[in-house]
């Protein structure tokens, strides 16, 4: 295990200076950045480990590996997010353990998670996933509502009880004018977010950026990147 902690401790640190240096070419303050580690197909004790070296932000893309992860770890001082596609019928799970809700890119999924929300007593963060692959009002390969549906999905999850508009998620496109673009793409979300704080100004949250394209995200003035591969090393093959 003391193995395991030195490499996630050199790792750690490794991206802490990526992001350090990037901060520092953009001109901007380290502390505007907010790292998540991405722990999707690692054990909790993977988890423990980023908690003991200062970790408070983590995120998972599957319920049915988040939640007894997180059940695990709910001594922990930690903010979990959901960055995954969200089928309506984990809702109830998700809202047990998530802060923060990233991904969400549709109507029914307000609903849900506002109902929920309530059920449960707690305020939910959300942010809206922007698919910067598809054109002005479609969905993206990935998830998300193209840059014409943000409005109408921010104001409806302003408007839901139990739910707080923290601001907006995209994923590099794969595909469609920006693929291969980084930085025009996360500068194409900062001008989105923009336009959403005109009407929820608290709504500054703009979560962009892996482990591959950290930079081009902090430099578009990012304030969340979401690294995985780069702290807890090339993920295992799944099946």
């Not at 932000?57 to 979990?80: F, G, I, M």
């Not at 479609?138 to 549906?149: A, Q």
């Not at 949250?205 to 081009?216: H, K, N, Y």
Request: overall charge neutral; aromatic content about 2%; proline content about 4%.
């Amino acid at each position: 295990m003391r193995d395991r902690k030195d490499e996630l401790a050199e790792n750690l640190a490794k991206v802490e200076r990526r992001i350090a240096a990037a901060c520092a070419a953009a001109g901007r303050k380290r502390e505007e950045v907010t790292l998540i580690v991405v722990t999707k197909t690692y054990p909790a004790s993977d988890v423990r480990i980023l908690s003991e070296l200062g970790v408070r932000h983590v995120a998972e893309n599957r319920d049915q590996d988040a939640a007894p992860k997180a059940a695990a770890c709910s001594d922990l001082p930690l903010t979990w997010h959901f960055v995954g596609q969200l089928q309506t019928n984990k809702v109830r799970s998700v809202v047990g353990y998530a802060g923060l809700v990233q991904s969400v890119d549709r109507a029914r999924l307000v609903t849900a998670l506002s109902k929920e929300a309530v059920r449960q007593e707690r305020e939910l963060g959300c942010l809206v996933q922007v698919a910067l692959d598809a054109g002005e009002s479609g969905r993206g390969e990935r998830g998300g509502v193209g840059p014409g549906g943000i409005e109408e999905l921010g104001e409806l999850i302003a408007g839901a009880p139990g739910l707080r508009l923290d601001g907006l998620m995209t994923v590099a496109p794969l595909t469609g004018p920006y693929a291969g673009r980084e930085l025009a793409a996360f500068e194409r979300l900062m001008d989105l977010s923009t336009d959403l704080r005109r009407a929820h100004p608290a709504a500054n949250m703009v979560s962009a950026g892996m482990s591959a394209d950290l930079e081009q995200a902090v430099a578009a003035g990012a304030t969340h990147v979401r690294v995985g591969t780069a702290v807890l090393g090339v993920r295992p093959r799944l099946g």
